[in-house]
C-alpha cells in the first residue's frame, strides 16, 4: 500500500460491517471485482429515479452535483450552500473528524433554527434493519462536521399509494421519523469505523470465515473468489438457520462429512441420499396421486409481469405486478396434441384489460390449468379481478382450475441430485428433460423479461429492437409452459414404469 486510507464512504461502511474481508478487497484487488451486470444497474437506475421523484417533494432545492470522488469539493459546496441560506440542499455531503463521510439524499433546515433534519430516500416500502447503519453514520457524518442535527428520516415509497394521472410525490412517499434508532446505531460508529479503517489498511488479506453473511443482507461481490473451495453439491444446498451456522463454525461443508448423529427432515434425507447415491428419488404413489387430480383437457399457463418501483399506469401501485404476457399449451387428452397460445401487449399503454380479455377467451371453461408456482399467478388474477370486476367471476373460475406443478417437485415426490436442492424450474427442467434448456435464449429469466419489456414500453429502444425484444420474449414464455408439459409427461413416465 502506498497512502494510508482516512476515510470510508456510507458504502463502504455497510460493506464492512457485512464483512471486513469484502471491504478490504474492494480497496485492494480490484482486479475480483465482477462487472456490473444488468440487473444491478437496472435497480441503479430505478433508484435513481425515485430519488429524482424524491426532490420533486420539496421546494427550492440546491443540489450539489460534484463528482462522486471529489469529497472534499462536494463538502465545499456543502458549505457553500448552507451559508448562502438555502433551506433544502440535495446531496449534501458531510465528513466527520475521524474519517466516516456521507452524502444524504434532502438536508432539511428548520424553520428559524440552526437545526436540519436528515432524509434519506430508499425504493423500498418500508424500513429494513441495513437501512438503520446506512443512517447512523450519516448522523454520525453530520454531526461529526458541526451540524445541529433534528431528525433521521427515511423517505420510502408508499405502498398503499394508487397512482391517477399524475403522479402525487406527496402521497407517493412516506416519511418514517427512524431518529431513535438511528441515534442507538449511531453509538456504535466510532468503535466499527476505527476497525474498518484498521482492516482497510492491513496489508494482508483478512481471514474470515465464509458463512450467511456472504448472501445477506446482500450477495457479495467476492462470494465467487471466496467459496472457491466450497463444493457443489453443500450444506448450504440443504441447510439453512441455526443448523448451517453450526455446521459452518466446526468446518463442515461437504455433504459427505456430516455427523451421522445430524437429525434430518425427511425432505433433508431425500436430497442427501439422492446425491450421495446419484439416484432419482421418486414417491410412485404421491405422484400417481398428483396426477389423479387433473382434468383434461389440460391448459398449460405461464405470466410475465413488470413490477416497476414508480407506478406507470392509473389504478397501481408501487411493485404492483404487472402482468403483460401470457404462453398456453392446451392439451385435450392424455399425451396428446398441443396447440399453443399466447399473448403479448405491444402498445405503450397498460396491457392489463387486453390482458384478461385475451386470457378469458384462452382458457376454456373446463380442464386444469396447470401452472407452475400457484401463488402467483393465482394472486395475479385475484388482484386483476379487484381492477376489472367486470371479470372476476370468470377469474375466480380460472383459479379454481389452477393445479401447482412445483408441489411434486417441493416435497419431493419425485427429486433429481442434478436439482441441487432447488424446487426451481430453472433447476427441476434439465435434471429431468436435458435436452431442453435456457441457455440458447436471449431472454433466459423472468427478470430479463420485465426489464426488456419495460425498455420497450417506456420507448427507450428503437422499433427494430423491440421487435426483437418481442419475439425473445415469446420464445421464453412459450419454454415455460413448453417445460410444464414436458415435466408432467415424466411424471406419467415415471408412474407408468412402475406400473
Known sequence: MNEKINRLSKSQYLKGLQCPKALWLYRHRPDLAPPITEQKQWLFDSGH?????????????????????????????????????????????????????????????????????????????????????????????FVGSGYEIRKSVLMHLNREYVRWRDLDPKNLFVLEDCTDLAISRMEGVPTNLRNLLQVVNQSNEPSIAIGRHCKSPFECDYKGYCWQHVPEYSVFNVFGGAKLDSLISIN?????????ELPLTDRQQ????????????????????????????????????????????????????IPFQFSLHIQQTKGGDLRHLEFLHTELTDPRSEFVKAL????????????????????????????????????EAINSRMVDLLIPFRSRYLYHPKMMGSASIKNVLPAFVPELNYSDLEISGGDMASRNFLKCLKDIVSEREKLKIYEDLKRYCEMDTFAEVSLIEKLYEVVLNWN
Open 49 to 141: 429515479e425515485v430519488g429524482v421523484i424524491a426532490q420533486t417533494y420539496f421546494d427550492n432545492g440546491q443540489l450539489i452535483d460534484d463528482a462522486y470522488y471529489e469529497i472534499d469539493k462536494a463538502i465545499s459546496s456543502t458549505n457553500s450552500a448552507v451559508a448562502g441560506g438555502h433551506d433544502v440542499i440535495f446531496e449534501a455531503t458531510a465528513c466527520s473528524p475521524d474519517g466516516a463521510y456521507s452524502k444524504i439524499d434532502i438536508f432539511q433546515k428548520i424553520n428559524h433554527t440552526n437545526h436540519w433534519d436528515l432524509i434519506e430516500v430508499k425504493q423500498s416500502t418500508e424500513v429494513k434493519n441495513y437501512y438503520l447503519d446506512d443512517m447512523a453514520l450519516q448522523r454520525y457524518a
Open 252 to 260: 463442515i461443508l461437504d455433504i459427505a462429512d456430516l455427523p451421522v
Open 270 to 321: 431425500i436430497d442427501i441420499n439422492a446425491h450421495a447415491t446419484q439416484t432419482i428419488y421418486a414417491d410412485r404413489d404421491r405422484i400417481s396421486g398428483f396426477l389423479s387430480t387433473l382434468q383434461y383437457p389440460l391448459y398449460y399457463l405461464d405470466y410475465e409481469t413488470i413490477f416497476p418501483a414508480v407506478p406507470l399506469f392509473d389504478n397501481s401501485s408501487p411493485y404492483q405486478q
Open 360 to 395: 378469458i377467451d384462452s382458457c376454456g371453461t373446463k380442464g386444469s390449468v396447470i401452472v407452475y408456482n400457484m401463488g402467483f399467478e393465482s394472486r395475479i388474477n385475484r388482484e386483476l379481478a379487484l381492477f376489472l370486476p367486470q371479470y372476476q367471476s370468470a377469474l
